[in-house]
């Protein structure tokens, strides 16, 4: 298994660019999690899917998309990038609500 | 609001050495999670807990609900322990789906 997989692992964008950061997992976990590291700070909910074709709102969904089509896919789109979206993403998926959460290696985006 | 504490920042122990990392939050939780981050950057959940205590190799985690504090202890500390660990706490309450994040503490251990 290859557990959760993102897709690049480092991007830089300029202003205004679109972009889609990729997540994927193979072990069929219901919830998938979108999270932002910013330097000094906690990981940050963005956005969470409890199942294909359902997602919602986290802490700081503002800039940001998300769609979950499948169960294995969970794709974060980037409409009009700012450099305020410069951080490190990680996905992250668990088989239940209150079941450990396994996160994927990263993406580290810089927006200039 | 809610917030999770983490206490030390930073610290740097010698190898051998026993370590200790606290953890302390506001309000009623349902889980408590410790979680690793790797120098590379990838993050690995070590425990999940919502009582009591918990021990894998020379890991272990403890939880004083009454407290709301929680501590990781590592034993008998080596170089490859050095890594980023991360607290975070779900709140009790329906529709809970967030995990509320301390900020870390970096731990380096020293040949």
Known sequence: ?112 | KNEVEQSPQNLTAQEGEFITINCSYSVGISALHWLQQHPGGGIVSLFMLSSGKKKHGRLIATINIQEKHSSLHITASHPRDSAVYICAVRYSGAGSYQLTFGKGTKLSVIP
């Open chain 1, 1 to 112: 298994n290859a557990g959760v997989t993102q897709t690049p692992k480092f991007r830089i964008l300029k202003i205004g660019q679109s972009m889609t950061l990729q997540c994927a997992q193979d072990m069929n976990h219901n919830y998938m999690y979108w999270y932002r590291q910013d330097p000094g700070m906690g990981l940050k909910l963005i956005y969470y899917s409890v199942g294909a074709g359902i997602t919602d709102k986290g802490e700081v969904p503002n800039g940001y998309n998300v769609s979950r089509s499948t169960t294995e896919d969970f794709p974060l789109r980037l409409e009009l990038a700012a450099p305020s979206q410069t951080s490190v993403y990680f996905c992250a998926s668990s088989r239940d609500r209150v079941d450990e959460q396994f996160f994927g290696p990263g993406t580290r985006l810089t927006v200039l």
